[in-house]
Each structure stands twice: as C-alpha cells, then as structure tokens.
C-alpha cells in the first residue's frame, strides 16, 4: 500500500486517538488486528464501491471515540472476520489471544440472530435476550458500533434492506444503547433509522425544523447570551449550548400528543454543564427567577436518577415573544454519563444514587460503579465486566423461532408446558440444539428446544421436582390427583373385599342404600367417594363394614386376644381360611401411585413384603425385615397381605457397599462379576476407607437387579473375590 493510502491515513489517525486517550497502551497489538483483517477482507467490498476493510475499521474509530479499551478495537477491526472470511474462532484465539477470540465470536452470534422477524410482542424478550446472551459488554459495545456504521452507509443499499435495518434497529438496539445509558449513540443511531423506516415523515419534520432555522438560531443565540451573563453574575461557572431537538424526538413528541409538526413549539433546548451538583441546583434557580417554568415539567433526576444512572435537572420555561424551551441542567461528570453511559461508567467518581433506584435488573450497574473506585486500570475493569442483566430469567427458542422467556433453572417440561397444556402432558423427550436430552436438564440461553411427545402420555410425580414454572406444576398436580383418585377408588374397592373375606362379612349381602347411608354417614355423597376415602387410607375398611353389616362382622382370629388360660375348643374347625386369589394386592416393579415400594427397605422381587395401609397415601410395601415394620405393624387392622406380581420384568436399583483391599485391579474384579450376571450400573463411586486406614477402601454402587435371588447370587460372587472384605446392602 502506497503511504498515501487513505486507509493507512486512516489507521494512523486511528492509532492518535487511541495514543491520546490511552497514552501508555502498546499498540502492537491493533496493528497486528489490522493487518489480519486488511489481508483477510482482501478483495471483498461494501455495497458503496469500498474496499470492505473501510467497514470495520470506520467501527474501531467509533469505538476509539468512546475511549474503549484496546481488546474493544481489536474486536472492532476483527468483528468480520468469522462471519465473511471463513476465520476460526480458534485461529483469533492464537493470534490474538481468548479476550479478542470471544469478542469477535459474540459479535458474530449476536449477528446470527433473526430480530426482524421477532413478532412485535416479542420485542422485549428479544431485547433482553440480546443483553442476557452476551457474558462481555465489550461485544454489546461492538455491536453496536458496527450497526451505527452499517446505519451511515445504509443509503447505498436497497429500500428492503434499509426498511429491515431500521427497524430492527429502532425495535431492539436502540432500546438496548438506552438500557446501558448510551445516550449519544442511541440519538444518532435512531434518528439514522428513522430516516429509513418512515422517509416521508423525516423528511416532513427535517423540513419544518429548516424552515424556522433561521428564527430558531437568532433565539438560540439571544437566550444563550443572557443565561451565560446570569450565570456568570452569580460566579457559576458553566457552558451552555444551544440546540434544536432532534428529528426523531420532534417525532415521538408528534406522535405521543397527536398533533401536526406546525404545533410543535417548543423544538429548542439550551444545556447547562457545570461543576457540582450544587451549581446545578443553583443555575436552575437563575433560570426560573428568569423565566416562568412550565408547572409539571421540573423534573429532578440529580436526586433521583433514571434506571440507566442518568441524571440532570429538566424544566421548560416560557421564553421571550412567549417562546417555550427546554433547559437540560448537569455536571460534566453527568454530562459524560448521559452521552457514553456504560463506557464512560469507569470515570464516573461521584457514585451517589438515590434511593428509589432499586431496580433489581439494574442492580450490576450500580454494582459496577463500586467496583471500578477500587479498579486503577478502566481495561482490567472492562475485561472483569459480566453482563448479568436478567440473572433470573432464561430465552429459549421453539423450532419456529418464538422466544420462550422461563426463570432461570427450567427445564424442558416447564418449557412444554410453556407452549400448550396438551404438550406439556404428553411430552416424553426433549431436544435442545439438536441433541436429544434429559428432561432434568437446565434450559439455557439461546436454546432451541423441540419437545417429543406421545399421545396417550401422562405426567407422573416425579417431575415435580424438576420444574421451576407455577404453571408446570399446577398442571402436572392437576392429572396426578384425577389419575390418583382413580386409582383410589379401585384400591378402595378391593380393600374393602379383602377385608370383608378377613371379617366374614359377605358383601353381596348389603343393600346398596345401606352402603349409601354409611357413605352419608362419614359426609360423602357417593359410594365412589367411600371408596376412594378408603383407598387413601382415610377411612378403615374395618370399621366401615362395622356399620354397614354389624350382624355378620366377626374379630378374625388373629387379633382375639390370647388367653393363656383357655386351650383350643377340642374339636373346633379351624376358621375358614379363604385363599385370597383375586383379592391379594399385586406389587408390581415400578412404584404405582397408591401401591409403593417403602423407601425405609426398598424392597426386590422375592423378598418377603407386607403391605401397610398408610393415612392417605395408599399401601406401603415394606421388607418383612425392615426394621420398620415391626413398629408399623403394631396397628395391626392396617397390615394387608401383598405379593409379587409374575407379569413384570422390572430391575430394582439396590444401593451396595463393598469394603476391598485398596489396590489396582480391584474394581475391574468387581465390574466383571456384575457383568457377569449382565448386571446394569446406574452409578459406581469408589473411595479411600479412612476407617480401615490406609489400606481400605470403599466402593459404592447402585445395580438394578431383577429379583432377590440374583441379588444373593451377586453378592456372594462378589464375596469369593480375594481382597473383598465385605458387603452390605443400603437400605435407602
Ligand atoms: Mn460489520
């Protein structure tokens, strides 16, 4: 390149700036950021004619004027390179190091986002997502530069481009520049957009300023003049500028009161900048003492600042010839805040907020402010900077698109529930990006999730651990109780049988108006809702029958107490023993609602059980061996005879713990002789044993066995092995 290149001119003034601003920075660093992008945009260009390296080096000096930091320009110079040159992030990172690699990557993934086909609603999930996805506000920073340059330059492209950019400009990044308090960069990047989404109103607006262009600067002039006297008279010192609105606020001002741009008075504005909070206060009172102030339009935003730490003192007053204008009242330290917000943040010395800036989602703003009065170096202090602006919420994405926001910690059921009732029943799997995952998995963000569901599919309790939405839960809750109530009533049904075989009661003895009146008895309406009272273990089956046949009902046996005194009556029949067939409850492997497995002994197939009819939580099924049960089994009318049922091939987890020898090879042996048995592992934990000293250790593990007796087959090959020192099986 010939020196007189302009782009090498322009370089070098970019490198004054930055030498200005940053005096004891080495700029190595961007030269070498611009040599790679100068070779790597070679031969590409702007839809304008230039050579594309115009493009990201016009954002670095945007940047270089905002004071940033030097991995700021550096992602300025490189913000393309991924996107239109095929670079990897991996090559940046070697080349540049992981700051710039990362920059540049969340300046390109932010640019893969599709905002302008967000539905308008969408708009604010959309916003937020933007600021929650990037971990460096450095990138925000970029991307914004980059959409302020693209706005400069947008004239040369078509009218569906330019409609697209503006108004995806105006819907989210312009908010976003206001949210971070980047008022300079906020007006020019609306009033470019403005220009290109509605030209005719611009241009209407752009010209009723023009025509009054002259009256407005003789005015803007005279009051100049006499508010600098007065200030000076009263020692404030101070610098007012004078200025007439912009376009775009001219614009909204039209739209908010509904009337025509030849009503609009009050266009100009005067800025007082001075050098203390107190001064600010006082040449507001020059001012009013002055002219008459608009009553409602004095607003104190030194004492209480805006959410983005803007503050000034506003008020409007009535001007010569009856002239409104507005007057803007700040430090330069405000000043400086007002026009740079967030970058300018590592200046800001002052720090003094009010009280009614309690905005949770702003609270890392305020948090940063305190940060950087310990932080010597403004680039240490960006590079620690994380944006968490919405700590507490995440944005998923559904196949087609539509932003999703759920709190932080949702997984994909909350997420179906999200979408549809319907959807969120019947969802047996999830896919996030692609890759199907579990359905405890924690949603973030950016995800794109496609749910799996299947007709017929119900929810079940275990999933209310894993949601985070009220609406998830509600649901799932709702179909637990409708399908438990089912479940009840059944149970209810067959309690009642058995234990009128136990009492001698014959229930087809019993009127249906007999059972209806003891249903009326216990305040139920129905004998559906008898039957599911007993089922839920509310009521006893016992005592039921004892009111409703008190003529056939006998103490079985069993409970009679013993008299020690009283041998057998010679000659008795042994009471009729009725083999329960139908009317024994079957423990099927997996948990059923009302039938389950009590977590005290877990309980395998094959093991001796006994069920106890729990207070409202159906039949628990115990080990004959848990310790438990002896206590439980004190009542004895809530005891039920259960069995195994065949049908099932369920596995059974079983928690063991086995003491070894600590030396290698030990836990190949012990792998082996569980596959052996073609045994599952759910897990698998080994440890040193610091009760056996140093030679001991401990593994732990949960297999899924099929009955009892492969369980005993397991654990005593696991005790033939040599250095296994013993094995025990938790019961939890
Ligand atoms: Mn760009």
């Given at each position: 390149m010939a020196a007189a290149d302009p782009l090498l001119a322009s370089f070098a003034e970019l490198k004054e700036k930055v030498r200005a601003a940053r005096p004891k920075d080495d700029l190595a660093p961007l030269d070498r950021a611009f040599q790679f992008a100068v070779e790597r945009h070679n031969g590409q260009f702007r839809a304008s004619g230039e050579p594309y390296i115009t493009h990201p080096l016009a954002v670095a000096h945007i940047l270089a004027g905002m004071r940033l930091d030097l991995v700021s320009l550096q992602t300025g110079l490189l913000h393309d390179v991924i996107e239109d040159c095929g670079v990897t992030a991996e090559e940046l990172r070697r080349n540049f190091g992981e700051e710039v690699?990362?920059?540049?990557?969340?300046?390109?993934?932010?640019?893969?986002?599709?905002?302008?086909?967000?539905?308008?609603?969408?708009?604010?999930?959309?916003?937020k997502m933007l600021l929650a996805m990037v971990h460096d506000i450095r990138v925000i920073i970029v991307k914004l530069a980059d959409r302020l340059h693209n706005l400069r330059t947008l004239s040369y492209l078509d009218r569906e481009h330019q409609e697209r950019t503006a108004h995806e400009t105006l819907e989210i990044f312009v908010p976003v520049a206001h949210r971070l308090g980047m008022g300079k960069i906020r007006s020019e990047l609306e009033n470019l957009a403005f220009r290109y989404s509605d030209p005719l109103a611009y241009e209407e607006i752009l010209?009723?300023?023009?025509?009054?262009?002259?009256?407005?600067?003789?005015?803007?002039?005279?009051?100049?003049?006499?508010?600098?006297?007065?200030?000076?008279?009263?020692?404030v010192p101070a610098r007012v500028e004078g200025r007439v609105k912009s376009p775009y606020s001219v614009y909204q001002k039209l739209k908010r009161q509904r009337i025509g741009v030849e009503q609009v008075y009050d266009l100009l504005a005067l800025r007082i900048v001075t050098d203390s909070v107190k001064n600010c206060y006082a040449a507001l009172g020059i001012i009013h003492n002055e002219w008459r102030p608009v009553p409602g339009r004095i607003k104190d935003f030194i004492a209480i600042p805006r959410p983005n730490l803007y503050q000034s003192l506003h008020t409007s007053v009535i001007g010569p010839h009856g002239q409104p204008f507005e007057v803007q009242i700040r430090t330069e330290e405000m000043h400086r805040i007002a026009e740079e917000g967030i970058a300018a943040h590592w200046k800001y010395k002052e720090g003094k907020h009010g009280p009614a800036v309690d905005?949770?989602?702003?609270?890392?703003?305020?948090?940063?402010?305190?940060?950087?009065?310990?932080?010597?170096?403004?680039?240490?202090?960006?590079?620690?900077?994380?944006?968490?602006?919405?700590?507490?919420?995440?944005?998923?994405?559904?196949?087609?698109?539509?932003?999703?926001?759920?709190?932080?910690?949702?997984?994909?059921?909350?997420?179906?529930?999200?979408?549809?009732?319907?959807?969120?029943?019947?969802c047996v799997g999830a896919k996030v990006n692609g890759r199907i995952v579990p359905l405890r998995y924690t949603l973030k963000n950016g995800d794109i999730v496609e749910i799996l569901t299947q007709p017929g599919h119900l929810p079940s309790r275990d999933w209310l651990p894993l949601v985070k939405t009220a609406r998830a839960r509600n649901k799932i809750k709702h179909v637990i109780n409708a399908s438990e109530r089912a479940k009840a009533i059944d149970l209810g049904q067959k309690l009642l049988e058995k234990e009128a075989r136990r009492f001698g009661v014959s229930l087809g003895r019993i009127s249906k108006a007999t059972f209806e009146s003891v249903a009326a008895d216990y305040g139920y309406s129905k004998m559906e809702d008898l039957h599911a009272a007993l089922g839920y273990g509310k009521l006893s089956a016992r005592s039921v029958l004892q009111k409703a046949a008190p003529d056939q009902f006998q103490t079985p046996e069993d409970e009679r107490p013993v008299e020690p005194a009283a041998p057998p009556a010679p000659g008795a029949a042994p009471p009729p023993r009725v083999e329960d067939g139908d009317y024994t409850l079957k423990v099927q492997g997996i948990d059923d609602l009302l039938i389950y497995r009590a977590k005290c002994c877990n309980p395998i197939r094959g093991e001796p059980i006994v069920g106890y009819v729990t207070r409202g939580k159906?039949?628990?099924?115990?080990?004959?061996?848990?310790p438990n049960v002896q206590s439980l089994l004190y009542e004895v009318e809530r005891r039920i005879d259960v069995e195994w049922s065949r049908s099932t091939s369920e596995f059974f987890p079983v928690h063991l713990v086995v003491h070894t020898d600590d030396r290698p090879g030990m836990l190949n042996q012990l792998t082996s002789?569980?596959?052996?048995?073609?045994?599952?592992?759910r897990s698998l934990e080994a440890r040193v044993d610091h009760d056996a000293g140093a030679d001991g250790a401990v593994i732990e593990m949960t297999v899924e066995v099929q009955d009892q007796k492969q369980l005993e087959r397991l654990v005593g090959a696991m005790r033939h092995l040599s250095g296994v020192h013993d094995v025990e099986r938790l019961l939890h």
């Open positions: 690699a990362q920059c540049v990557d969340g300046v390109t993934k932010l640019g893969k986002l599709d905002f302008y086909n967000a539905e308008e609603r969408q708009a604010e999930s959309f916003r010209s009723a300023i023009e025509s009054k262009r002259h009256y407005n600067e003789e005015f803007l002039h005279e009051i100049r003049g006499k508010v600098e006297a007065e200030l000076r008279r009263e020692s905005d949770q989602r702003i609270a890392w703003l305020r948090h940063l402010v305190e940060w950087q009065r310990d932080m010597a170096d403004p680039g240490e202090f960006l590079s620690t900077l994380k944006v968490d602006l919405y700590p507490e919420e995440v944005y998923t994405f559904t196949p087609r698109g539509k932003v999703l926001a759920l709190p932080r910690g949702a997984t994909p059921i909350d997420f179906a529930y999200a979408i549809h009732s319907d959807v969120g029943h019947t159906g039949v628990a099924v115990h080990s004959k061996n848990c002789v569980l596959s052996d048995e073609n045994l599952n592992i």
